[in-house]
């Protein structure tokens, strides 16, 4: 069972019910203008997918109520980090506050507790709070094999590729999913999809080429859409195909980056799930 554990720093007392999570999909409503991949307004405006809504209750000594109560106020309607946790592993995702009040019943006054309630207006993506980070020197490829992205979405916010190789020229990244994926485990055992579907389309491999020669350390943000050298903007250096709308993203499931030199660097990403 999971439970909310923290919002923005805050410590959410453990045994709370929460998280009732409809899974709201809607058409896309990107803005036509200025919408980031990764940048979600979560006013609605900006999703790929609708804002899911989150209900925390929980309850603390009335003791320490009022303060508690007075931090979340204060970072309400504010965007904020919203972990979740099963005593397994915990994740997170971007959310905010929406409601809050006092819930406290009788036999909770009677118990010496209070009881606060909340709501969360939170994007459709849930990201592993630990991020994983692959260092690599010089090579050409990197296999992700036991290491990779280990949600049921593509991970693309916390995606970041740093090259510190010195490039003497034009250098292609491209990512190829390898099969098989698989998705849940059944009574039976996992289930396979993918590759192997009719109906839930093969993983896509993604290509960016950095057109110019690097004298300080190439940083990609897939998140953030942004490419620098040195702290630079360097964008306009770059090129991929017209179908791909970020510069990169890591599938579900194995997979190999490929280089078209040999380079040094990391690859650091958070697994995602929807």
């Given at each position: ?156 916010k916390h995606l970041v590729l740093t090259i510190s190789t010195a490039l003497p020229g034009a250098t292609t990244i491209f990512i190829e999913p390898t099969g098989p ?94």
């Open positions: 069972m999971w439970f909310a554990s923290e919002f923005n720093g805050i410590s959410l007392p453990r045994g709370n019910f929460s998280l009732a999570a409809p899974r709201a999909f809607a058409a896309n409503r990107l803005q036509p203008t200025g919408a980031l991949l990764g940048d979600y307004d979560l006013e609605g405006l900006g999703n790929r997918l609708t804002q899911q809504a989150y209900q925390v209750e929980f309850t603390i000594a009335q003791c320490d109520a009022q303060a508690r109560m007075d931090a979340l106020m204060g970072v309400a309607r504010r965007n904020g980090t919203l972990k979740i946790t099963n005593n397994l592993q915990t994740r997170r995702c971007t959310a905010k506050i929406t409601a809050i009040s006092w819930s406290t019943t009788l036999d909770d006054w009677r118990a010496r507790q209070a009881r606060i309630s909340l709501q969360f207006s939170a994007e459709p993506f849930w990201y592993d709070d630990v991020l994983t980070t692959l260092t690599f020197t010089s090579q050409d490829y990197i296999n992700l094999r036991t290491v990779n992205n280990a949600g049921n979405a593509r991970a693309i994926r698989y998705y849940n485990e059944f009574k039976y055992g996992a289930q396979r999809y993918g590759v192997v579907s009719s109906f839930i389309p093969a993983p896509a491999a993604c290509q960016l080429t950095y057109n110019a020669a690097t004298g300080a350390t190439l940083v990609i943000d897939a998140g953030r859409a942004t490419v620098q050298v040195g702290g630079v903007d360097a964008y306009a250096n770059t090129s991929k195909p017209d179908t791909q709308t970020a510069l990169l993203w890591l599938d579900p499931g194995p997979a190999v980056v490929h280089f078209s030199r040999v380079v040094s660097g990391s690859l650091a990403w958070r697994n995602c799930w929807v």
